[in-house]
C-alpha cells in the first residue's frame, strides 16, 4: 500500500493544498499526518476541513495540538510560539476543536511502521531526539521496525547504528526492516531547514520504499495571511526562509 506521511502542517493552508495537489498527481491509498495541525500559521480551521476530503486517512496529536486545548501544555512554549498558539485556541471552531480533542497520541500500522510526533519513548512529554543517548532510548520503546516523526521539522533518517542522514527532494530509499529506524518527514507548513518548500514523504509498505518530496507553494501569500491576522511577525518571516 502506498501512504501518504506529512506533520507539522501547523496552519497553512497554501501548503497543505499544494502537498495535497502533489502527492495527488502521484496517487495514495492512505494518508497518515504526524500531527502539529495547527499553532503559527492563519488557517487552522481551513486545514482541519481539508482532511474530510481525503478518502482514507489518520491522525495523531502533537504538542501545538495539546495546546490548543489545554494552557498546561503551553508552559515551555517560546513567546512567539505561545502567542501564536493563544491566538488559534481563540479563533478555533467547535467542530476543528473535537478534531484535536479525538487525535491519539500513536499510530499503529499492524505493519512495518508505527507513527509518533515526537519520540516513541515519551509521546506525551514532547522530547526532541536529538542525541545518541534519546535516541537510544526512542529505539528501544520501538515495536515496529520504523518509527515516522515530525516535531524538529527537520527531515532525516535516523539509523539504529546511529547515524543520521539528511534527505532531500526526490530521494527514493529502500527502507531495511531489519534493523531499526527513525524517519522524521520534516514540515508541510513551516520547514526549519533552511528550504521554504513543503515536505512531505510517500512510504511503499509492501517493497518498503520511501519517496521524499518538496513542493513549491506561495509562501507569500501564507506570510502575508499571517501578518494580517495578527500573529507574530517573525513567524511570517520564517516560512519564506525555511527557518
Ligand atoms: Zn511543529
Keep these: 500500500m502506498k501512504i501518504l506521511i506529512f506533520s507539522d502542517v501547523h496552519g497553512n493552508l497554501?501548503?497543505?493544498?499544494?502537498?495535497?495537489?502533489?502527492?495527488?498527481?502521484?496517487?495514495?491509498e492512505f494518508a497518515l499526518s504526524l500531527g502539529d495541525h495547527v499553532g503559527y500559521?492563519?488557517?487552522?480551521?481551513?486545514?482541519?476541513?481539508?482532511?474530510?476530503?481525503?478518502?482514507k486517512y489518520a491522525a495523531i496529536r502533537g504538542n501545538h495540538d495539546a495546546a490548543a486545548l489545554d494552557p498546561d501544555e503551553r508552559l515551555?512554549?517560546?513567546?512567539?510560539?505561545?502567542?501564536?498558539?493563544?491566538?488559534?485556541?481563540?479563533?478555533?471552531?467547535?467542530?476543528?476543536?473535537?478534531?484535536?480533542?479525538?487525535l491519539p497520541l500513536?499510530?499503529?500500522?499492524?505493519?512495518?511502521?508505527?507513527?509518533?510526533?515526537?519520540?516513541?519513548?515519551?509521546?506525551?512529554?514532547?522530547?526532541?531526539?536529538?542525541?545518541?543517548?534519546e535516541a537510544t532510548n526512542a529505539f528501544r520503546c520501538m515495536y515496529r521496525p520504523i518509527a515516522f516523526t515530525g516535531h524538529s521539522?527537520?527531515?532525516?533518517?535516523?539509523?539504529?547504528?546511529?547515524?543520521?542522514?539528511?534527505?532531500?527532494?526526490?530521494d527514493e530509499i529502500k527502507i531495511d526492516v531489519e534493523h531499526k529506524?527513525?524517519?522524521?518527514?520534516?514540515?508541510?507548513?513551516?520547514?526549519?531547514?533552511?528550504?521554504p518548500k513543503a515536505a512531505y514523504v510517500f512510504f511503499d509498505d509492501?517493497?518498503?520504499?520511501?519517496?521524499?518530496?518538496?513542493?513549491?507553494?506561495?509562501w507569500n501569500r501564507a506570510a502575508l495571511k499571517i501578518l494580517n491576522s495578527g500573529l507574530p511577525p517573525s513567524l511570517a518571516k520564517r516560512i519564506i526562509l525555511g527557518l
Design 181 to 195: 529506524c527513525i524517519i522524521n518527514v520534516g514540515s508541510v507548513g513551516q520547514p526549519r531547514d533552511r528550504d
Design 76 to 102: 515551555h512554549f517560546n513567546a512567539d510560539a505561545y502567542a501564536a498558539i493563544v491566538h488559534t485556541a481563540r479563533n478555533l471552531s467547535e467542530e476543528s476543536r473535537e478534531f484535536l480533542e479525538n
Design 14 to 28: 497554501e501548503a497543505f493544498e499544494s502537498v495535497l495537489e502533489d502527492a495527488d498527481r502521484s496517487g495514495y
Design 106 to 133: 500513536i499510530y499503529d500500522s499492524n505493519r512495518a511502521f508505527m507513527g509518533v510526533h515526537s519520540s516513541p519513548n515519551e509521546p506525551a512529554s514532547w522530547g526532541y531526539i536529538l542525541d545518541a543517548l
Design 153 to 170: 521539522h527537520i527531515p532525516c533518517i535516523i539509523a539504529e547504528e546511529g547515524d543520521v542522514r539528511p534527505l532531500h527532494h526526490g
Design 206 to 218: 509492501t517493497e518498503k520504499i520511501l519517496t521524499f518530496r518538496r513542493v513549491e507553494y506561495d
Design 41 to 55: 500559521g492563519a488557517n487552522p480551521n481551513e486545514c482541519i476541513q481539508a482532511f474530510a476530503g481525503l478518502s
